[in-house]
């Protein structure tokens, strides 16, 4: 079976806890991002508890639509540990459906004042017929290593 996740780490210059800020308050993510994709919050409430929902504004030149939405389940909520979510959307009819697709950051301490941060993006669970209209992962390898260099950014400023 081939692989269906990648993942990227590296150690940033700042303690676990405020890297975990930064992931924590979704309106860095579109600073966080990598691709380009992410435009910004559409709610801004910083991330408190696994199951909450925060939506984001996004933009590909690939989608139907162009600019679309995202609303993000968050799945693991584990202060200065770990932080991931889940990618969803609303359909029409108001329901909320996920794609099968996860982000999750894993945080270490890494001597005084560093954190070891490894970035998962994982699509073991998409179903086929979104793998058919999607290539995964539909991004570049570098994407999560730009990733990690913006969070670096962010957290040591």
Do not use: C
């Amino acid at each position: 079976m081939p692989e269906e996740r990648v993942s990227a780490t590296t150690i940033i210059d700042a303690p676990t806890h405020v890297v975990f800020g930064v992931l924590a308050d979704p309106v860095k993510h579109a600073s966080i991002d990598g691709t380009g994709w992410v435009s910004g919050p559409v709610d801004s409430r910083p991330l408190t508890a696994a199951g909450q929902i925060f939506r984001m504004a996004m933009y590909h030149p690939n989608h139907p639509d162009g600019n679309y939405q995202m609303a993000n389940q968050v799945q693991v909520f584990d202060p200065s540990r770990a932080i991931g979510w889940k990618p969803g959307y609303y359909d029409d009819a108001g329901s909320l459906q996920f794609g099968g697709w996860t982000w999750h950051y894993d945080l270490t301490e890494a001597g005084p004042g560093k954190t070891e941060v490894t970035l998962t993006y994982d699509w073991s669970a998409v179903p086929d017929d979104i793998r058919e209209r999607i290539g995964f992962p539909p991004f570049p390898p570098d994407h999560l290593a730009n990733s990690l260099a913006h969070l670096a950014e962010l957290a040591t400023s």
